[in-house]
């Protein structure tokens, strides 16, 4: 694309690449932030906190502080132009900042890590889903088949790792081909498809019979069925659907182009987030109503409600193979952004391949997954903290410690650190009501926020 600006390729340039341009950066972080958080997690989350309620507090949570770290995450990544880690150092050391800041960017690689090695798990069960349903194993199931089906799937740690290692080979074999070849080719398909693929599956929905009735449920408002941990949950899941906290963003946001606005983009990014999100409700929800089933089964909803449902429909076979290919190209794009923290660093430390480092971060991985393949048979009784398996503790410090810090730290450094002058040409502001805004949302309201979650998460562990 830029063959003939040889001359002006410097500092302004990443040398792993850069998007062609704002809808590849919007597709791009849009496919991070799309994933198994939206489909698997929010309807479920929606479901047994109140639905409208939740929802309501959900979009504030992603308004008032998803927005902000964003911004904070592209803003950081277009300065340093680097892996976080890097980007950090860079950072750091232009603003005069002690260098325990670069903390953000290893803690970022290590979450990555943890963060796939499970993802990849759960992907694998979607892939897994997808050949069950197409080849009519739920056809006219009833319940205790459908829990039957899927206990015993999990029970099979053999069939699980098949699964998951089709997972991390595909995610591998497309991050290996580095941001133009691997990432936009990929994005530039699966992005346009999955919209396709949901619309297609809320049209099903609206002729399921139980539209009316799903609609009522997400956006009925039952303030007593949310509560406190209700809102805390809606802000920690504000967190982990816009893969923020990690460095991700902050990885995809050195390949922005600098004639790119971070505030349009980031706003557009989260609104498709949300609308991928609710839409998905939308599409699930009255399937569920039509068959006379419950909406709050927790993690179950789509891996034994959804395929007992499908099971009952006309051309449920289809749509249902269908809708795990839509789950799991979602969960493939975000799988990618998990990886690219790590893997821009080590090109950057070692000179290395991209490809060859690829596949060493997919094994290592994979090595680690096998750990959460475990937890749900052979290990399934071996508590690593409390009652926690080892899928259990990974997911939880991931998730609700080391995201919240991260975020954290994140919002705290653009808000505070980074010199005033480099925010303002980033982020194009003027001063007057937008740089009000900005300061105090980044500055006070995100942080505050982060730190309202994270302290009630330990205290409620440690009580
Ligand atoms: N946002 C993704 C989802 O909703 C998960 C994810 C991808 C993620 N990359 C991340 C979460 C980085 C946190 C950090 O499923």
């Known amino acids: 694309m830029s063959s003939g600006l040889g001359a002006e390729r410097g500092a302004d340039e990443s040398r792993h690449g850069m998007w062609s341009g704002r809808w590849l950066f919007v597709m791009a972080a849009a496919g991070s932030a799309v994933g198994l958080g939206n489909i698997w997690k929010f ?9 409208g309620a939740f929802v ?12 902000p770290i964003m911004m904070a995450e592209v803003l950081l990544g277009r300065e340093g132009r680097l892996s976080p880690i890097n980007t950090m150092r860079a950072l750091t050391l232009t ?9 953000i960017g290893w803690m970022g690689v290590l979450a990555g890590f943890l963060i796939l090695s499970y993802y990849a798990v759960i992907a694998g069960w979607a892939l897994k889903y997808i050949v069950s349903l197409a080849d009519g194993t739920f056809n006219g199931a009833n319940g205790e088949f459908a829990n039957r089906a899927f206990n015993d799937f999990l029970a099979n740690p053999g069939e699980m790792i098949l699964w998951q290692t089709v997972f991390m080979c595909l995610t591998v074999y497309i991050v290996a081909k580095g941001v133009t070849g691997g990432l936009e080719k990929a994005i530039r398909w699966f992005m346009p498809l999955l919209l396709v693929l949901l619309v297609v599956l809320l049209g099903y929905g609206i002729n399921s019979g139980g539209f009316e009735q799903g609609v009522d449920f ?21 967190f982990f659907t816009l893969s923020l906290g990690m460095g991700a963003i902050m990885a995809y946001g050195a390949y922005v182009p600098s004639n790119v606005s971070i505030t349009t983009s980031v706003v557009t990014i989260a ?12 599409a699930i929800f009255p399937i569920v109503f039509a068959n006379g089933l419950e909406p709050d089964q927790g993690p179950g909803l789509m891996f034994v409600t959804l395929p007992l449902a499908f099971g009952q429909m006309p051309l449920g076979a289809l749509f249902g193979a269908l809708f795990f290919v839509l789950v799991s ?6 799988a990618i952004s998990l990886t690219e923290p790590a893997l821009a660093f080590l090109v950057e ?11 060493s971060l997919g094994v290592i991985c994979w090595v680690l997954g096998l750990g959460s393949v475990f937890s749900f048979n052979l290990l399934a009784d071996v508590h690593v903290v409390g009652s926690m398996t080892f899928f259990d503790f990974v997911d939880y410090v991931s998730q609700n410690l080391m995201l919240p810090l991260g975020g954290l730290a994140i919002a705290l450094f653009a808000g505070f650190v980074l010199p005033k002058a480099n925010v303002r040409a980033q982020l194009g502001l003027k001063g007057g009501l937008p740089e009000f805004l900005w300061n ?8 505050l926020a982060v730190l309202t979650i994270f302290a009630y998460t330990i205290y409620k562990n440690i009580g």
């Open 218 to 238: 997400m956006f009925r408002f039952d303030w007593d069925a949310l509560g406190v941990d209700g809102v805390l949950v809606a802000m920690g899941q504000a």
């Open 329 to 334: 190209f979602a969960a493939i794009t975000s």
């Open 43 to 51: 309807p479920y989350m929606a479901g047994e906190n109140g639905g």
């Open 56 to 67: 309501v507090v959900y979009l504030l949570c992603v308004a008032l502080v998803g927005v």
């Open 440 to 447: 105090t949302l980044v500055r006070f309201v995100s942080p």
């Open 271 to 282: 609104v498709l987030d949300t609308v991928v999100a609710i839409v998905a409700g939308l």
């Open 95 to 103: 603003s005069r900042a002690s260098s325990a800041w670069v903390l």
């Open 349 to 359: 430390e070692y000179n290395a391949k991209r490809s060859r480092v690829a596949i």
